[in-house]
């Protein structure tokens, strides 16, 4: 069966063997198994915490979480009652349709509209539309956001984030092309300090140590590599990138395991 539609989670299984599992609560991916082309066994490709909450208690740590409609803390007037990262990882999605089923490829669609808790915390109407596709060696997650505001003046300002947690050993993945990009350190000490821009002179990104950085106009075409393994992350209208590992600081995030980092 290429969809198994359960209680808490969808599991996506391509005919050549590579599988995806998707939690309804957050929209969550938290397992991708896929082959390459150099080696066509399954493995796991993305990180999920051994002590990450999977029962809809707290957003999930690991997969590739859904940030919307803030990044970080938020800033805009209509996100002042929202918490880090927005809502979109913190709630129910319904279940929609299976969009393709065939040789090449299996792809759902989960979809998130306002209810009641959302309502009390974010007034702006929207409809959130997430598209999950998997094929023999590549994972497409198409986020489409759509204002369904009957005002023409209303407008949806909004921050989206695939809060991607790759699983590979971070002492010697490396993260190209990203040279000469302006970039935020957000492991600054000072508040102004991590509001100016540098410049980005490493032909390889690593990341040995605590490392938070949001860069950008990237290409939005990325390798991240490691030795024996790696990958190609492409994106379409996410300009920005961020660059993250807590390294040692990983200790004091409650739900992270010991060394996950």
């Avoid at 066994?41 to 990180?47: D, H």
């Avoid at 539309?129 to 204002?147: G, K, M």
């Avoid at 002179?201 to 860069?215: C, G, L, P």
Wanted: aromatic content about 10%.
């Amino acid at each position: 069966m290429p969809v198994e539609v359960l209680q808490d989670k969808v599991v996506l299984c391509h005919p050549k063997g590579s599988t995806v599992e998707v939690l309804f609560y957050g929209a969550t991916i938290t397992s991708w198994k896929s082959g390459s082309l150099q080696n066509s066994i399954p493995i796991e490709r993305l990180f999920l915490s051994s002590k990450a909450a999977l029962d809809g208690s707290k957003p999930v740590r690991g997969g590739i979480p859904i940030v919307f409609p803030c990044f970080g803390a938020p800033t805009l007037p209509e996100h002042l009652k929202l918490s880090q990262h927005g809502f979109a990882r913190s709630e129910k999605w319904s279940w929609n349709q299976v969009v393709f089923d065939n040789e090449a490829i299996v792809s759902i669609r989960l979809i998130l509209e306002p209810t009641e808790r959302i309502r009390s915390v974010y007034g702006r109407p929207f409809h959130l539309a997430y598209i999950i596709t998997l094929a023999e060696y590549q994972l497409s997650s198409d986020l489409h956001v759509t204002n369904i505001s009957t005002s023409p003046s209303e407008t949806l300002e909004f921050q989206a984030l695939l809060h991607t947690y790759i699983q590979a050993p971070a002492n010697d993945v490396l993260v190209t092309p990203l040279q000469n990009l302006l970039y935020y350190d957000k492991t600054e000490i000072t508040e102004e300090e991590k509001a100016t821009p540098k410049t980005e002179h490493r032909v390889e990104v690593d990341v040995k140590k605590f490392t938070d950085s949001v860069y950008e106009d990237a290409s939005q075409n990325y390798e991240v590599t490691w030795p024996g393994g790696g990958m190609v992350i492409k994106s379409k209208n996410l300009k920005d990138v961020v660059v993250w590992n807590p390294r040692d600081g990983g200790r004091t995030i409650s739900d992270m395991e010991e060394g996950g980092w």
